[in-house]
């Protein structure tokens, strides 16, 4: 079993930052790749960022360059932050970690509310 706790989230003004964090705890040693996503009012959950084992972090088209993923092996905390957020950045953001065998974890998510 994995937990992933996340924090961080917050109402902020349009072009503001915020900083989120999720921390693992159980078999960490079994996840292969921890990601967040985000899912907005009646839309579907969509990844924001990820960092595998071993790779380089990558995102999603709309993160890219506003938004930073890093992770702490020694806090086994993964944090992304947000830079220069849009109103359309606003939704429940979820960490989510998966396991080499495919299995995924999720957190109990955060709120990110971005106003104009």
């Known amino acids: 079993q994995v937990q992933l706790v996340e924090s961080g989230g917050g109402l902020v003004q349009a072009g503001g930052s915020l900083t989120l964090s999720c921390v693992v705890s159980g078999n960490i040693d079994s996840v292969n790749a921890i990601g967040w996503y985000r899912q907005a009012p009646g839309k579907q959950r969509e990844l924001v960022a990820g960092i595998m084992t071993g790779h380089n972090p990558y995102y999603k088209d709309f993160a890219n360059g506003r938004f930073t993923i890093s992770r702490d092996n020694v806090k086994n905390t993964v944090t992304l932050q947000m830079n220069d957020l849009k109103p359309e950045d606003t939704a429940v953001y979820y960490c989510?970690?998966?396991?080499?065998?495919?299995?995924?974890?999720w957190g109990q998510g955060t709120q990110v509310t971005v106003s104009s």
């Open positions: 989510g970690a998966d396991r080499f065998d495919s299995i995924r974890y």
